[in-house]
């Protein structure tokens, strides 16, 4: 109802969170391990969960925005990876629609299959997203 208010932030969130829902989605469902994640993405910035529910029943009415630099870049991508991965499931649709994702936020198509799988690497041996990211930019001239 107020969206005309909200700052380039809040909207960047709630695309961000919307993209994750569609990303839990592309397997046919949203499992409550994925829900989860989501949430708990949103709570990291500030969001209550009941706003993040509310924000994934609705996600027509947001419109989305994409990162303005590359920290936010990655770490929308390193999000859909690790949301990818939340279900102990890689499921084929999930796997295109990260790479899909990748290329929108704008990284070289030739590259994000190598990101996305360095990423579910990184998530899967427990490293930090700080040493994933710095690993990631050995590779990546964005």
């Known amino acids: 109802m107020f969206s005309f208010f909200e700052s380039e ?6 695309s961000h969170i919307t993209n994750l829902g569609a990303l839990a989605r592309a397997d046919g469902h949203v499992d409550p391990t ?3 994640f989501i949430i708990s993405i949103g ?3 500030g969001m209550k969960s009941s706003q ?8 027509e009415s947001i419109k989305p925005q994409m ?7 990655f770490d929308q991508i390193y999000d859909l990876v690790e949301m990818m991965l939340a279900d102990g499931i890689v499921d084929e649709n999930e796997m295109e629609f990260c790479v899909n994702m990748a290329v929108r936020l704008g990284f070289r198509k030739s590259i994000v299959g190598v990101l996305v799988r360095r990423i579910s690497i ?3 041996d427990g490293l930090t997203r700080e040493q994933i990211r710095e690993d ?5 001239n964005y």
């Open 122 to 124: 990184g998530v899967k």
């Open 9 to 14: 932030a809040e909207k960047k969130l709630k």
């Open 67 to 73: 990162p303005s630099n590359d920290t936010e870049r």
């Open 34 to 36: 994925e829900m989860e």
């Open 43 to 45: 709570k990291r910035h």
């Open 136 to 140: 990631a930019q050995s590779f990546l």
């Open 52 to 59: 993040v529910r509310n924000l994934l029943s609705n996600v």
